[in-house]
């Protein structure tokens, strides 16, 4: 009893910081380390989609328990101060929560040419509350709350060439073609690949290429693995 009686103090409060503080750092240093030696497999990629995202939503969550402990002090007083200072700060709060939903898409990023109302050019700086891009007129600052009220689009980005489509045929099964495919470098893995069943047994590729990486250099690495690519499928 007594030891859950201290977690309700400034002490308490200032060890609850220090641990969330620590775990985002090992979550940090956990993906540079898994990036730097993970074989390029699906089981992998996968995993490190998940932990690029989970860095992206862990701040506000540490936040939120971080401010849960600090009420736990003086629940009236501090409840009150709380809500006054939300209140206050809605719009950078919405500003902020907008700008973690926007940057954890797997096309947008720094050099990302982007198009939203009144604005085009390209992604310089991706910040807390709002980006800077680059256009004709020079350097714009927008928040994300007017990203999110009025939409966007993304071109092309600085890593990859646009989204593209391919049509397989291979007498493989679904997932040993997923296996075939992470095992090579033409493909972009920061917006992974997607294979779904389509029609006549065929399968639907959906996919971005590396940087300096062509068209042909997947179809060629296609076919040395007894998969043959079309560009449109097939039609009796």
């Known amino acids: 009893m007594e030891t859950i009686t201290s977690f309700y ?32 497999n699906l089981a992998s990629k996968k995993f490190i989609f998940w932990l690029r995202n989970s860095l992206f939503f862990y701040t506000p969550l540490a936040v939120i328990v971080f401010i849960l402990g600090f009420i736990s002090i003086n629940y009236i007083t501090h409840s009150i101060l709380v809500v006054i200072i939300s209140v206050f700060g809605f719009q950078y709060i919405k500003n902020y929560l907008s700008g973690i939903i926007f940057k954890s898409n797997p096309i947008v990023n720094k050099g990302a040419q982007i198009r939203s109302k009144n604005i085009e050019g390209e992604i310089k700086r991706l910040m807390h ?3 800077t891009v680059n256009t004709e007129t020079g350097e714009q600052y927008i928040n994300y709350t007017a990203i999110e009220k009025n939409g966007f689009t993304v071109n092309s980005n600085n890593k990859s060439n646009l989204r593209q489509t391919m049509y397989l045929s291979s007498p493989y099964s679904k997932e040993t073609i997923l296996d075939i495919l992470f095992d090579n470098p033409i493909l972009n893995f920061d917006e992974k690949p997607s294979l779904k069943e389509g029609i006549q047994e065929e399968f639907i590729l959906k996919y971005t290429l590396e940087s300096g990486a ?14 043959q690519p079309n560009l449109t499928h097939k039609v009796n």
């Open 214 to 227: 062509t068209q042909e250099d997947l179809m060629a690495f296609l076919i040395s693995q007894n998969i």
């Open 9 to 40: 103090t400034w002490k308490g409060l200032f060890y609850l910081f220090i641990f969330l503080l620590a775990l985002y750092g090992i979550i940090k240093v956990l993906i540079t380390l898994i990036e730097n030696s993970a074989r390029k």
């Open 129 to 131: 509350l709002g980006m």
